[in-house]
């Protein structure tokens, strides 16, 4: 299963989606955004190429992908968000879009969470406890 065809295509596609934050500045030649949304910092794998994040405000999409030893339905809120390693989540949160092979889920800020096995019988309203595989993955949005 293919979660994106391109990075614009998947930008354009999300934008509704996307978390509103701060970006700070990058290293040279670092891979890495670092964009603080949600009251959390995250470490997002840049997929709009070097140069594109300029600092201070800015609109992710925020993409992972989830871990399916660590996802299933919740029986309700409140919304939660952890950061675990480098570039990886768990929480839980309130499902906002139910889509093939992803699910959008708002926990503290939204994320993108896609699957490449089955997704777990959720709809939109209902709640969900998730962790992601790392790296998290950040989209630059309009």
């Known amino acids: 299963m293919t979660l994106e065809t391109s990075e614009r295509e998947f930008t354009a596609r999300f934008a509704a ?6 970006l700070y500045p990058q290293r040279e030649g670092s891979p890495l955004l670092e964009f603080a949304s949600g009251g959390r910092v995250l470490y997002l794998f840049d997929r709009s190429g070097p140069y594109a994040a300029l600092p201070g405000p800015g609109r992710v999409v925020v993409h992972g992908v989830l871990d399916p030893q660590g996802t299933a339905p919740a029986p309700g809120g409140p919304e939660a968000l952890s950061v675990v390693g480098v570039s990886g989540v768990e929480g839980v ?3 906002l879009a139910v889509m093939p092979g992803t699910l959008v889920v708002q926990a503290r800020l939204p994320l993108v969470l896609g699957s490449f096995g089955p997704l777990p019988e959720v709809a939109v309203g209902g709640w969900l406890a998730f962790r992601t595989l790392p790296p998290l993955h950040g989209f630059l949005a309009p």
């Open 93 to 95: 949160g309130r499902v």
């Open 17 to 22: 989606f996307a978390a509103d934050g701060t």
